[in-house]
């Protein structure tokens, strides 16, 4: 489906300090019922999963106007399963730098503010 590269690793405190310094771009791609019942990492921008294909290719109309695949993006979901697909399809779409930082709760206890949905 998509190539085989992996998302560069990324411990949970480089990936609070990329964020908190503009270095780089949070995904969250849980689905909106756990986003609601959880909260989200602080700036993160929600793109489910389901919705990455449209929202993360350039080419695409649909494209998020907050992504660009030149800067750095961190990707997490519920536990890293969904979140290194994620990182593999932006990968494919030309996004250079790409990490997957496992789930929310390595967000939080790498320093990471949360926010509600």
Sequence with gaps: MFGRQ??????PQDAVSKV???EAIIID???INELMMSGKAK?????????L???ADPRHPEFHPELDV???????CASGSRSGMAAQMMMSYGFK???NLGGLAH?????GELEAA
């Design 20 to 22: 908190n310094n503009n």
């Design 53 to 55: 294909q449209s929202k």
């Design 70 to 76: 030149d800067k750095p993006v961190i990707i997490y």
């Design 29 to 31: 791609v849980r689905d």
């Design 107 to 111: 967000w939080y206890h790498g320093g």
């Design 97 to 99: 730098e790409v990490y």
């Design 43 to 51: 700036g993160a921008i929600h793109v489910p999963l389901m919705m």
């Design 6 to 11: 992996s998302a560069k690793p990324i411990t």
